[in-house]
């Protein structure tokens, strides 16, 4: 039985800011997060040279009034993460207007007044609006009982306040408006809140919105991946714990009091482990929380939330550019593109859920800014537009992927109309859609908003920190004041005060949680030509199959510039092997020369296994197909296949561009197994895996299944080829690691 003051569910901003204040404040803290990176929609991945940013484009403020410079000073954020202010708002493009909205209350005033002069009155009036609700939003009570008493006095002591919430952002834009062009260009960014001006929240879209404008746009250098690790740091340099790819199974109560919560390894659910505590802060989205929960306290909560309606969910489509995109003649950080179809802002709403050959979307180009995502001379840039999980549930594997190339060079092609020149030098692109962000955050619907931002159920009518059950609070965008990286910092540090003040005995002492996936550098073996083996002590309770991966993270890397510290690797060893082996090529990136500086005994952590790359039961023979490194998954393969079916014709052709670069090819090559066929294609000397290589070596082609492992056009121009051989797709299995 382990003991702390407060546990959290969850590793988004607002869990960790929580941890990281009450960690601050002496408590005992542990933290407890599915993925095997903190930050939930605050992180970054890394494809190929490019540090891809998940979800920020810009963090709103830092200004006077703005609620998350004393929390920065408190946790001295503003001490460690590096804030870099974009351009300008925002640059808007519609069928009739070409507009930049600059930052500042009177650059925008002048702006908008100088292009609408015959709109002068209500322009002042409208800023005056937001802007009076950010000062106000400072001084209004936090607490529910607060605000019940508040209640009669807000008309006077918060006049902007109670302005807008008598109408929507739609209503207000056509009260004080005439002209369709300035109310499209007055909501232009409604997507990093919500779908539709006749249902936001003007209150929330007014702080927000003031504080763009009021202290400008600001991105976090390196991606906001920092933020989350800086706040790890927080935590665990104040005694506390994050405890990484551990998900949470149940919320413990007794007598309808919350007493702590149970969880398994993300990745190996075989054993559960239980910990208590005086406090539960679930940084998750409620509705799962309700499922956590025993019968009876889960229905007192479905009685709070199960009405409440979930907001909209963004596709982002990331792109790692050849170059920077402001040299092909772009000038602005970040423009949105109005489809054809959008002639008012009555129009928003359909049109969120409209063809994407017409739909809104941003193109926010990191290269206007010292982003540090990308080497030097190249660049990220991100598309993001509303997305809908329903739009995509019912898809098969196929179909799913199929419609996302569509919708990616749909926009490639819109995004080219403007950029002149840009899809010539797209280097590489992946697209995240609603289902994914499920995937990985585990939001109902794909949503990184939590409930939707509607009059209803915003400002004193959002989710408060604490719950109906005595001891569980909420963090995040589920909860107060909403979603978004300010709404979701401001929630963990006001919920992390009001918890810290229920703390009656805080511990001390309490020693760290063994987390299991600890392990140490045994040797490092040079296995090819630029090519290291790490051979790694196993883990307690590491269990895998053959053709698994798992993530390795190095602690401490000696370098970390444009890169990130983990990736996702092959299992070499077979699973009899009492060590856990690696294979990878070196190159310039940080993680690589971090490995190559490693030493014996240097502990790194592994999260796994992953992963379902194996052969499947079949009468007919195997055929390996194989790129360069795509080597390390077949050597634990064709070990099993020597095992369990020993008579089985196996051919591995395995490709490389010179013979000193093939990972394990002296191994391979006293291969004593009769029924293995081991050929090596050296494309230095002679010409590539094709259809004549294909006709010489395997006798029968339908005799055999095909196992494809390499870059993306490798794969993809060998299936075609195995096609033209009447190879029938269900006989070619694809592993792209391009």
Partial sequence: MRNFDTIIIGGGLGGLVAGATLAKKGNKVVLLEKHYIPGGCATTFKRKEFVMEVGLHEMDG???????????????????????????????????????????????????????????????????????????????????????????????????????????????????FTDEELKIILQANLVYYHDDPYTMSMIYFATAQAGYIKGGGHFIKGGSQKLSNYLVEVIESNGGQVLLGKSVTEIITDNGICKGVSYVDSFNSSKKITLYGQ????????PLVKKLLPRGESDKLGKKVDKLKTACSLLSIYIGFKKEIKDIGNKHYSTFITGKNVNSIKDIHANCHGEWKDKNFVFVDYSQIDAGLAPKGKSFGAICSADYYIDWEHLSAEEYQAKKEEVAHTLFDRLEEHIPGIKAEIDYYEVGTAKTIQRFTSNPEGTPYGFAQTPEQAGMGRTPFTSPIKNLYFAGAWTFPGGGFTGAIISGFLCALKVDKKVKVKQSDLSLI???????????????????????????????????????????????????????????????????????????????QSVKALEIGDKSRVFGPMGQFSVAPTSKGIVFLVAGIGITPILPILKELKITSPQKTIY???????????????????????????????????????????????????????????????????????????????????????
């Fill in 652 to 738: 591995l052709i395995y490709s490389n561009r010179f013979e000193d670069a093939a990972a394990y090819h002296l191994q391979l090559l006293e291969n004593n197994n009769p029924n293995f066929n081991y050929v090596p294609v050296i494309t230095s000397q002679e010409k590539r895996i094709d259809k004549a290589l294909l006709k010489a070596t395997i006798p029968v082609f339908t005799d055999f299944q095909y196992y494809l492992i390499g870059t993306r056009k490798f794969v993809k121009e060998l299936s075609t080829t195995l096609t033209t051989l009447n190879v029938g797709k269900e006989d070619i299995k694809v592993d792209d690691f391009g």
């Fill in 514 to 592: 063994d987390s299991g996936n600890t392990l140490e550098l045994l040797r490092k073996i040079e296995i090819a030509k630029n090519t290291l083996e790490l051979v790694y002590s196993r883990p307690k309770d590491f269990d895998y199959k053959v053709g698994q991966y798992a993530i390795l993270e190095l602690l401490n890397p000696k370098y970390s510039e444009i890169d990130i510290p983990h990736r996702a690797l092959s299992l070499v060893s077979h699973p009899s092997e009492n060590v856990l082996r690696f294979a990878m090529r070196y190159s310039d990136s940080s993680y690589k």
């Fill in 279 to 286: 406090s539960v802060i679930a940084n998750a989205a409620i």
């Fill in 62 to 176: 830092l200004c006077e009034h703005d609620a998350k410079l004393d929390i920065f000073k408190f946790l001295e954020i503003d001490k460690h993460i590096d804030f870099i202010q974009v351009p300008e708002l925002f640059r808007l493009k519609t069928t009739k207007t070409d507009f930049v909205h600059p930052h500042g209350i009177t650059e925008t005033m002048e702006a908008l007044i100088d292009r609408f002069p015959k709109e002068t009155e209500a322009i002042t009036k409208f800023i005056a609006l937001l802007e009076g609700v950010l000062s106000e939003i400072a001084a209004f009570p936090t607490d529910k009982w607060k605000q019940n008493l508040s209640k009669p006095f807000v008309p006077v002591l918060f006049p902007n306040i109670f302005k807008a919430s008598r109408k929507t952002v739609g209503e207000w834009l056509d009260y004080l």
